[in-house]
């Protein structure tokens, strides 16, 4: 069984051109360079046009509600820690509603894989601007004259300060690059970031793929993803030139290794002692 042996019958309702196809093909030759076991892969997705792709991969997914994938994968991976976790939403999904979650999810680090598809606009609901989109974007929800008045959330650096342990960002015109970030951040031990810029042909006529291609510029082969301070200062940098590569990597412990009742194994394969399920059940039939 691979990623690819999906059912057949479920038909990318993209738009043509949509960065998902680039995102979604990444992933799936990310799964086979790592040779996962896609019985023992979890795929959790939000809700948003991105959120589509769980319908396309063959493992076990879960769609939940919007803005919560984050805490569905913290529970998916505390009852099963042998799992690998892959929590997968857009930049409204996990900058607007589930703010919160990705905070503590990075301040815990837990170890689940967060790839974020950042188009910078809300795509499912028809084009309004999301909490990444660039100042002064007009949309026909944000005319003219003052569009966007609100300044966008760094992903990036946010994710560096909040505690994640491995931070990158791809581009999703290049797809042999994005597999490798994919694929280092599923390998990575903890919590593991990857900002994935998107365009979306349908509601955002500016940052487009002939945008990107003039900006974006792999980080050089001298920069140490552990020296924090560089990592930051390159994750500031968004304009003229936009740097995607590993920013930030370090390894400590994640949440799972603090908890006494991981000891022993996966919750799911511990008895419940001292619990009287006959009983129990005898009640709830």
């Excluded at 370090?250 to 619990?275: M, N, V």
Aim: glycine share 10%; proline share 6%; with cysteine.
């Amino acid at each position: 069984m691979s990623a690819y042996d999906a059912n057949l019958d479920y038909v990318p309702t993209w738009c043509p051109g949509c960065g998902n196809f680039g995102i979604i093909n990444s992933l799936k030759k990310a799964f086979a360079v790592l040779e996962l076991d896609l019985e023992q892969t979890v795929l959790v997705n939000g809700i948003g046009c991105s959120s589509k792709i769980g319908q396309y991969i063959n493992c076990y997914r879960i769609e939940t509600l919007h803005g919560r994938t984050l805490p569905v994968a913290t529970g998916v991976k505390l009852a099963n820690h042998g799992l690998t976790v892959i929590a997968e939403g857009g930049d409204g999904d996990g900058m607007g509603l589930g703010m919160g979650h990705f905070v503590h999810t990075a301040r815990r680090n837990l170890d689940i894989s967060y790839f974020i598809h950042n188009n910078q606009v809300y795509g499912l609901t028809k084009g309004q601007t999301s909490p990444t989109s660039e100042p002064g974007m007009f949309t026909k929800f944000t005319p003219p004259p003052l569009g966007n008045v609100e300044r966008p959330v760094n992903i990036v650096d946010m994710a560096i300060s909040l505690g994640a342990s491995f931070v990158a960002r791809a581009y999703t015109g290049n797809m042999n690059q994005l597999t490798d970030m994919m694929a280092q951040a599923i390998r990575h031990r903890g919590f593991a970031v990857v900002d994935i810029l998107q365009p979306c042909v349908s509601f955002n006529a500016v940052n487009t793929y002939a945008w990107y291609q003039q900006r974006v510029r792999t980080i050089g082969g001298d920069h140490d993803p552990s020296d924090r301070e560089r990592a930051k200062a390159l994750a500031g940098i968004w304009g003229d030139e936009i740097p995607v590569g590993v920013f930030w990597r370090e390894e400590r412990p994640t949440f799972a290794d603090s908890l006494p009742q991981l000891k022993g194994g996966p919750l799911t394969a511990q008895p419940l002692a001292g619990a009287d399920i006959s009983s129990l059940m005898e009640e709830l039939a």
